[in-house]
């Protein structure tokens, strides 16, 4: 589905596992409540392609029904992300640019930007642990995505690697010293 950037008020809508696609409103793109209803599947799979900025108006939620999975979640952003105050969020944040909180909202699942930086003001991010393989249950089976021609770029999966990397490294240094 495309939202046109006159239609593309994701609130106050309930949709079905999908690819939806947007572009930039005059206002918030999200404003209210976006309900994403898995209709008992658990290999539902949500994503969403914004061709230009996510802007969500303060208090707006993401709230998933009937077996929809965080992990199974994606905004692909192709500029920046800001959320607005209080906002309640789910899924896999993937921006361009940069991500901004202007306070005090709750993340469940990551946010990454590939060229700019991720500004929190009091969030709360809870992280996911997502199962990866072909399983039937409710984690991530990577073989079961739909293909939507979503591609991660080199460069940032080996940015990600890195720190990955890091962190283990750092995590072994500092149990031996």
């Not at 209803?37 to 993401?62: E, Y």
């Not at 361009?96 to 930086?117: E, F, P, V, W």
Request: glycine share 10%; proline share 2%; charged share 10%.
């Amino acid at each position: 589905t495309t939202y046109s950037a006159s239609d593309n008020k994701l609130g106050g809508q309930t949709l079905t596992d999908g690819v939806y696609a947007f572009g930039h409103g005059d206002t918030a793109n999200l404003i209210g409540t976006l309900t994403l209803d898995a209709q008992g599947n658990p290999n539902a799979v949500f994503i969403f392609q914004a061709s230009s900025d996510l802007v969500t108006a303060s208090n707006s939620v993401v709230q998933l029904i009937n077996g929809a999975n965080s992990c199974r979640v994606f905004w692909q952003v192709t500029s920046s992300v800001t959320f607005g105050t209080r906002t309640t969020f789910v899924g896999n944040v993937m921006a361009l640019a940069s991500i901004t909180d202007n306070g005090y909202s709750t993340i469940t699942g990551s946010l990454l930007a590939r060229n700019g930086q991720v500004a929190l003001n009091h969030t709360t991010v809870n992280c996911l642990t997502c199962e990866v393989g072909a399983s039937t249950g409710t984690g991530l089976s990577l073989n079961r995505l739909p293909n939507t021609g979503i591609s991660i770029p080199l460069n940032f999966a080996l940015v990600l690697t890195v720190i990955f990397s890091g962190a283990i490294m750092f995590r072994v240094a500092r149990r031996k010293g």
